[in-house]
């Protein structure tokens, strides 16, 4: 359910562009962040901070959208979203509180180097991510950025999510005790 809850503000984003125009579609986009997170809060009883993090960006560079009738904002939102993800990624695993090991390491035991290894690739791809934003906003019609932003982003996302995995699961130790060995 959270998953969906995610999606939603960009469906409706998504499906209000093109319905009605960017400037629609962008207030309805901080309109349904703002609610995603009411929800969030009201179901799980916690907000994370990318999802505040997230808002406060909708809102401010959506608003600037609005109120300026200027889409170029709306546009800079998803790379310096992207930017703070590679920035903070980074800084997480120089600070010796790596934010991937933080939350997948509960339940998953790796080496330190393969956190490493995978929080240095997240850091990657989110930098490719907000460099390649740059260059699909600015340089070519915003019909294409729009559907970049939902679905290139999104699947490429998503695409990276599974070779992480395939990558981790590589890497889990072999030779676990086991627990069956009553023969």
Partial sequence: MKQLLDFIPLII???LYKMQDIYVA???LIAATAVQLVLT?????????MQLITFLMVAVFGGMTIFLHDDNFIKWKVTIIYAIFSVGLATSHYMGKSAIKSMLGKEIT???????????AWVIFFALCAVLNIYVAFQLPLDVW??????GLLIATFGFTLLTGVYIYKQLPKNLPNSDSSD
Avoid: I, M, R, S
Avoid at 41 to 49: L, R, S
Avoid at 110 to 118: C, E, F, R, Y
Avoid at 146 to 151: E, L, P, Q, R, S
């Fill in 13 to 15: 984003f998504f499906v």
């Fill in 146 to 151: 729009v559907n970049f932003k939902v679905f």
């Fill in 41 to 49: 809060y009201f179901f799980y009883k916690k907000v994370e901070k």
């Fill in 110 to 120: 790796l080496p330190d180097a393969v956190w490493k290894k995978v929080t240095f």
């Fill in 26 to 28: 962008t207030g309805a």
